[in-house]
């Protein structure tokens, strides 16, 4: 099989050229997207997290700020810092750098953001819209997928479609995604760790995205011949970064494939990038 590997780099870069434009054309009138990230604590993974996020935005010309709040942060406390961000005016994405310290519920604290300015995708309302096929913004590793499917002129259209992980951040949300053109759908199948002989399912998609967060759980033998394979997996195998993919198998039956490192992670940067300008007022 001639695999092509799939270059997130490079989809990213691409993407990243379209969003100077029309940062441009926002700040033309009189509008500068800014987004605010909260750090509590001094986790050092995080702290690199919001560095890139800052070079990032700083490439496109999105406003950046980091607001680090000390370790002993309350719940009570963090909630009303998001509220105060929630009511600033020159504040239009917000997202909160997880993890957070033990004493402080993360999820409940990204459910106070605004939808407005929920830069993730991830409030309930969002996620609802997203149902309803009326969402600006979603999940970013979600759309990181489907502009990649995109960008590789794979068609939807009657393929079988294997979805491994049904996280709220990835498999629930890239189903809807996957659903939203009643004539361009394909046939979406959900699966997880738990279920029950994993590889008949993956044996017959023609599509196949996994995010399971589960090193080595996707086999050669498991693939169709020919699929497209889109890992998400992130994961830290003996000082080094792999996916849930068996790449080395994967490639020598996968059309297509996303390495790990350099495949659906630079993508997912950027599509937080774009929510960020999708959060700015419709009109802007």
Same mark, same amino acid.
């Given at each position: ?153 794979? *068609?939807?259209?009657? @393929?079988? !479609?294997?979805? /491994?992980?049904?996280? $709220?951040? =990835?498999? #629930? ?62 994961? *830290?195998?003996?000082? @080094?970064? !792999?996916?849930? /993919?068996?790449?080395? $198998?994967? =490639?020598? #039956? ?31």
């Amino acid at each position: 099989m001639d695999t092509k590997l799939i270059d997130g780099n490079e989809i990213a870069s691409t993407i990243k050229k379209k969003l100077v434009s029309d940062i441009k054309n926002i700040k033309a009138k009189g509008m500068t997207p800014h987004l605010e990230a909260v750090l509590v604590g001094d986790n050092a993974g995080a702290k690199i997290y919001a560095k890139n996020q800052e070079k990032s935005c700083g490439e496109l010309g999105i406003s950046y700020k980091l607001d680090e709040l000390p370790e002993s942060t309350s719940q009570k406390e963090l909630e009303e810092f998001i509220q105060k961000l929630n009511e600033n005016p020159q504040v239009t994405g917000i997202i909160l750098q997880m993890p957070v310290p033990s004493g402080i519920n993360g999820r409940e604290v990204q459910m106070k953001i605004s939808p407005s300015k929920d830069v993730e995708g991830i409030h309930p309302l969002n996620i609802g819209k997203l149902l309803y096929g009326k969402n600006r913004i979603a999940p970013c590793t979600a759309l990181a997928v489907m502009e990649i499917l995109k960008s590789m002129n794979v *068609r939807l259209k009657g @393929k079988e !479609v294997v979805i /491994v992980g049904h996280s $709220e951040i =990835v498999g #629930k949300p890239l189903m809807l995604l996957l659903l939203q053109s009643p004539l361009e759908s394909p046939t979406p199948t959900i699966c997880h760790i738990a279920t029950k002989d994993l590889s008949f399912h993956t044996k017959r998609a023609d599509i196949l995205i996994v995010a399971a967060g589960r090193a080595g759980l996707v086999k050669g033998d498991m693939i169709k011949e020919g699929a497209v394979v889109i890992d998400v997996g992130i994961n *830290r195998v003996d000082k @080094k970064i !792999v996916g849930d /993919v068996v790449f080395d $198998e994967a =490639v020598k #039956k996968a059309s297509l494939i996303t390495p790990v490192p350099g495949g659906v992670g630079p993508v997912t940067t950027v599509m937080l990038l774009k929510n960020t300008i999708s959060c700015l007022p419709a009109d802007s």
